[in-house]
């Protein structure tokens, strides 16, 4: 089914069988008081905002049927596969590994590792670990990816600018068409948000297109239901 998606710099023609949801990194830790993103010294209550419209996304592209894929970010408990340049920073007590009130600090199978309830995948939902920013580096999702036969992807996660970007420049040079929704994503900081979104849609989208959450609604609707004016 075709659908198209209002976006900046310009629409987006999708088919939606080759249309894949992302959802990056919408953990405890980095939304929830006691894990990482509040050791690196941020106040996580910023990133609630997006919490809603990615749960109306979410829904919406459940019931249209497009494959959904969640990401974590994270390390295995020996820290093996943690470069010691990222494991090194901040206070040793608040560091990667470190024991917080989430459990160990961004170490998979901890509660902090685990995506919010609200945004919890379904049974069959690809979960992608990875370790790093990008959720392409050391991870299959490129091949899981060209298994289903995907080449568009909505954007949601945290943080804009940091998760999310990483991930859109490494899908953009793989041959993926980024549609980045903005309020289902959020920043530590609200002008880094902003310019994120910027740079992705600047110079005719050089790394992707950005819409919102209300756009993507409208172009999820069953075709019947796009033509009734509410
Ligand atoms: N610190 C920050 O803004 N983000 C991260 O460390 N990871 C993600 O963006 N997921």
Redesign the pocket.
């Not at 209550?45 to 049927?65: M, Q």
């Not at 999310?164 to 980045?180: H, I, K, M, S």
């Given at each position: 089914m075709r659908a198209t998606i209002h976006a900046e710099p310009e629409a987006v023609a999708l088919d939606l069988a080759r249309t894949a949801l992302i959802v990056?990194?919408m953990q405890r830790d980095?939304l929830e008081p006691g894990g990482f993103?509040e050791t690196?010294g941020n106040d996580v209550s910023l990133l609630g905002a997006a919490v809603a419209p990615c749960k109306a996304v979410l829904d919406a592209a459940r019931a249209a049927g497009l494959l959904v894929i969640h990401t974590r970010?994270g390390h295995r408990p020996d820290l093996s596969d943690a470069p010691k340049a990222k494991i090194e920073r901040g206070h040793p007590s608040m560091r990667i590994g470190a024991p917080g009130p989430m459990g160990r600090i961004l170490i998979r199978g901890e509660p902090g590792h685990d995506i919010i309830p609200e945004l919890y995948p379904l049974e069959g939902e690809p979960v992608i670990d990875k370790p790093g920013?990008g959720a392409f580096y050391a991870t299959d999702l490129d091949a899981l990816l060209r298994n289903f036969g995907i080449q568009h992807l909505l954007v949601c996660g945290?943080?804009t600018e940091?998760?999310v970007n990483t991930t859109v420049r490494e899908a953009n040079d793989r041959g993926y068409r980024c549609v980045v929704l903005a309020d289902c994503c959020a920043?530590?900081f609200p002008e880094f948000h902003a310019i994120g979104l910027a740079m992705i849609k600047a110079q005719g989208a050089i790394f992707g297109w950005v819409s919102d959450s209300s756009a993507a609604l409208a172009a999820l609707k069953p075709p019947a239901l796009r033509l009734v004016k509410s």
């Amino acid at each position: 089914m075709r659908a198209t998606i209002h976006a900046e710099p310009e629409a987006v023609a999708l088919d939606l069988a080759r249309t894949a949801l992302i959802v990056i990194d919408m953990q405890r830790d980095f939304l929830e008081p006691g894990g990482f993103g509040e050791t690196l010294g941020n106040d996580v209550s910023l990133l609630g905002a997006a919490v809603a419209p990615c749960k109306a996304v979410l829904d919406a592209a459940r019931a249209a049927g497009l494959l959904v894929i969640h990401t974590r970010e994270g390390h295995r408990p020996d820290l093996s596969d943690a470069p010691k340049a990222k494991i090194e920073r901040g206070h040793p007590s608040m560091r990667i590994g470190a024991p917080g009130p989430m459990g160990r600090i961004l170490i998979r199978g901890e509660p902090g590792h685990d995506i919010i309830p609200e945004l919890y995948p379904l049974e069959g939902e690809p979960v992608i670990d990875k370790p790093g920013k990008g959720a392409f580096y050391a991870t299959d999702l490129d091949a899981l990816l060209r298994n289903f036969g995907i080449q568009h992807l909505l954007v949601c996660g945290v943080t804009t600018e940091v998760c999310v970007n990483t991930t859109v420049r490494e899908a953009n040079d793989r041959g993926y068409r980024c549609v980045v929704l903005a309020d289902c994503c959020a920043s530590y900081f609200p002008e880094f948000h902003a310019i994120g979104l910027a740079m992705i849609k600047a110079q005719g989208a050089i790394f992707g297109w950005v819409s919102d959450s209300s756009a993507a609604l409208a172009a999820l609707k069953p075709p019947a239901l796009r033509l009734v004016k509410s």
